[in-house]
């Protein structure tokens, strides 16, 4: 197993409700997952070959819940990354070079019926997580921007954090808004749904821990 590990700022956007139930392992909002995320590498690597600075997601569709499989993605990755790099981050992505069910991408491979060719495309990407605000682009693949929630009365912005001590992607997440629309194989139109803003910290074996449970 080659080691890797990743520090990593993300944006995920789904179609469920605020919150989103699959968070709780329940059902998702309305019997399906539709999904995008992006991330950018703060500092990685992955044996010897380093992903500072790199950006790479997904765009994800399951009939039901996640758990039950037939799921489908399109990757995409930084068109900055050479090939050793765009190798690694696969290998990553896919759950490879992982302790079985240890990560979101090991977990998120097992649930998955058919993965497209990855994209290599350029990928915008600005995500403040405590700010609660994100956009990142995929020209001609998908566009996708997250703002707090704000309060149905005052209009104030509304903070709210899940927090998973024992979790495969996360140990802290600020919830917020999103909202998207994707092109190609997986079309998605995604509007004030579920927002998901979080600091990364992954290897091998799953979440690096960094607070007390």
């Known amino acids: 197993m080659t080691p890797w590990e990743i520090r990593a700022v993300e944006f995920a956007n789904c179609n469920c ?3 989103c139930p699959c968070q709780f392992n329940a059902p998702p909002t309305y019997g399906n997952c539709e999904a ?3 991330m950018e590498v703060k500092e990685g690597h992955f044996g010897d070959t380093k992903l500072d600075g ?3 997601g997904g765009i994800f569709s399951w009939p039901a819940a996640i758990h039950e499989g037939n799921g489908k993605v ?3 990755v930084d068109e900055r990354a050479n090939d050793a790099q765009r190798e690694a981050i696969l290998k990553i ?3 490879q070079d992982t302790d079985p069910m240890a990560t979101v991408f090991s977990v998120f491979a097992s649930t998955l019926s058919e993965a497209y060719d990855p994209i290599f495309a350029p990928i915008e990407f600005d995500v403040n997580v405590e700010e609660r605000r994100a956009r990142f682009v995929v020209p001609g693949l998908a566009e996708c921007v997250g703002e707090p929630i704000k309060n149905p009365v005052t ?3 509304h903070r709210a954090r899940i927090d998973i001590p024992f979790g495969f992607e996360y140990e802290l997440a600020e919830m917020g808004s999103g909202t998207a629309t994707t092109q190609g194989k997986i079309q998605l ?3 004030d749904s579920y927002g998901q803003f979080a600091h990364l910290h992954l290897n091998n074996h799953g979440v690096v821990k960094h607070r007390a449970v």
């Open 93 to 95: 992505m896919t759950g």
């Open 189 to 191: 139109n995604l509007k």
């Open 36 to 38: 995008v995320t992006c």
């Open 54 to 56: 790199l950006r790479f």
């Open 74 to 76: 399109q990757p995409f």
């Open 17 to 19: 409700n605020y919150g």
């Open 155 to 157: 209009g104030e912005e």
